[in-house]
Each structure stands twice: as C-alpha cells, then as structure tokens.
C-alpha cells in the first residue's frame, strides 16, 4: 500500500473553511451582527467562509506571527462590537438610519474581511505543491483569483516574503471573487452605503466615517 507523502515542515496543507475558522469566532460575528440566523447564513456565512479558504494561513505582512485570517477575523468582531453603539451615517434622519441600520453594519463587517487585502497577499510569494509531493509552481494571484483551493491538484502551500510585490492594488480584483452576490446586491439597492464602502476598500488609512470603529489599523492595512 502506498504511503501518503508528508508535507515538509515548511509546508501547510490546503484546508476547507470549516477547517480554518473557530465555531466561537463565528458564534460571536453572528452575535455581533444583530442578525437572523437566516440572514446571516445568506450574507455574512458565505462572506466568512470564502475569505477564511481563500486566506487559509498565509501571514499577516503587519505582524507575521498571526494568520492574516484571525487578525481579519478580530478586526470584524471588534468593528461589529464598536458599530452597535454608533448611528451611521451620522447626521442623517433617524428614518434612515433605521432603515439603512442593517445594511451599515454588513458594510462594516465586509469591510474588516475585504479592505486592503491585495497587499496584504501579495505580500507573499506562495509556491504549490500537490497531493504526491509535486511542485506546481508560484500561484498567481490574477490567475486564480479565488484562492489556493480552486488551483487544479494543489494540496499544500509554501509562503515567504515576496522579492518585488506588485504595486497594483488587487483589492477589487479579490472584492469581485470573494464578496457573495446577494452582499453584492444589498449594496447595489443603497448608493449612499455602496459609495462609502468602496470609498474606503482601498484606502490608505480609514475614512473618517469609519475610523472610530477601527481605531487600529493592525491586521486591516
């Protein structure tokens, strides 16, 4: 009977979603979002599950002993907790607020997963291997766009600094691959929301509608 091959120490295996994220973590975001279990299954669940497997447990660039996903992860359960007591967008009718309430606080969350996260993968250069041991190459990011798990055969990764980064933000590229279409939607139905959203997907730093529910930048920029 063949043996199957073990990875080398310097490599980590490509896991599904369910294998990456903590069922506490997600527990609290579905606390945090004051949403249905419905709502959060079609909306925020599909989110989470495709940026954890897309993420798997490549480095934070800003603090390289964390997994960028739990940095990620953190960010939006702090965002949600700091959005619980803040009107958005400040100065509106309290009709609006009310009526756009649920929608802000998807936008937050989205936001602490998705903004600025081309550079923080292309932070590195991700060599392939396959099941049998096989190398298969550096992944390329404008190639497979949704992720080490949707690359034919590839079972295990290997990360290290990348030599020259590319300059192009990918941020609308992953945005585009990551983001579930009915998120997508929700967004589309409210231009005001939609426009700050994108507003700050790359930013440099936080807008200022923003900023107060993520005062540090840690695991975001």
């Given at each position: 009977?063949?043996l ?39 909306v925020y ?9 897309y ?102 990764y ?38 700050a ?25």
């Amino acid at each position: 009977m063949a043996l199957k091959p073990t990875l080398a120490p310097d490599r980590a295996p490509i896991l599904p979603a369910s294998a990456l994220l903590d069922a506490v973590a997600i527990q609290a975001l579905y606390a945090g979002s004051s949403s249905s279990a419905t709502h959060f299954n079609a909306v925020y669940r599909p989110l989470l599950h495709a940026v954890a497997e897309y993420l798997q447990r490549l480095p934070d660039p800003e603090q390289p002993a964390i997994p960028l996903l739990e940095a990620r992860v953190r960010t939006a359960a702090e965002g949600l907790r700091r959005r619980r007591g803040r009107l958005l967008p400040p100065g509106a009718s309290a009709e609006r607020i009310a009526e756009e309430a649920d929608l802000w606080t998807y936008a937050v969350f989205s936001l602490a997963l998705l903004r600025r996260l081309g550079p923080a993968v292309t932070a590195w250069r991700i060599t392939l291997w396959s099941a049998q041991d096989q190398p298969l190459g550096v992944w390329r990011l404008w190639d497979t766009p949704r992720g080490l798990a949707r690359v034919p055969r590839a079972a295990a990764y290997q990360v290290q600094p990348a030599p020259h980064p590319p300059r192009a933000d990918a941020t609308p590229l992953l945005v585009g691959a990551l983001m579930p279409p009915a998120g997508l939607h929700w967004l589309w139905r409210a231009p005001a929301v939609l426009d700050a959203w994108r507003a700050a997907l790359q930013a440099p730093s936080w807008p200022a509608l923003f900023q107060p529910l993520f005062p540090d930048e840690s695991g975001v920029c």
